[in-house]
């Protein structure tokens, strides 16, 4: 079976995304790449990156609007989830890095 394609977006892809992106990096079930919504970000989002994702986690609300405005299309069948994490973290925070721990093998459906 091959490696499930995770794709974490955030405003800027400084600290929130990248940080879920490093949580999954080492797991042999996954492949994990980051991106951010600004034209600012460090890796801003963009349609190769939505189709090559089999799951979309994003951080908040707003990001989820602005790839439903840019990406409808490419967004129909996939599952995209809202993590509801504020932008209150640095990059590897110990508490963002739980929250991911805690939260994403629930979506994805699989143990670490």
């Known amino acids: 079976m091959s490696a499930t394609k995770v794709l974490f977006i955030c405003s800027r ?7 879920g992106e490093r949580v999954l990096k ?3 079930d996954y492949q ?3 991106a951010g919504t600004s034209p600012k970000a460090r890796n801003t989002v963009n ?3 939505i189709q090559w994702a089999d799951v979309i ?3 908040e609300n707003k990001h989820q609007d602005r790839l439903q405005a840019r990406f409808s299309k490419l967004l129909k069948h996939k599952p995209l ?3 509801d994490i ?3 973290y640095q990059f590897m925070d110990p508490e963002l890095v739980s929250i991911f721990e805690d939260c994403l ?4 459906g699989k143990e670490d």
Not at 13 to 19: A, D, E, F, G, Y
Not at 105 to 108: G, S, V
């Open 32 to 34: 994990t790449r980051s």
């Open 47 to 49: 349609a190769s990156m």
């Open 13 to 19: 892809n400084q600290w929130r995304s990248p940080t």
């Open 26 to 28: 080492s797991h042999p």
């Open 57 to 59: 986690f994003v951080m």
């Open 105 to 108: 093998f629930d979506y994805l």
């Open 86 to 88: 504020p932008d209150e």
């Open 81 to 83: 989830h809202v993590l």
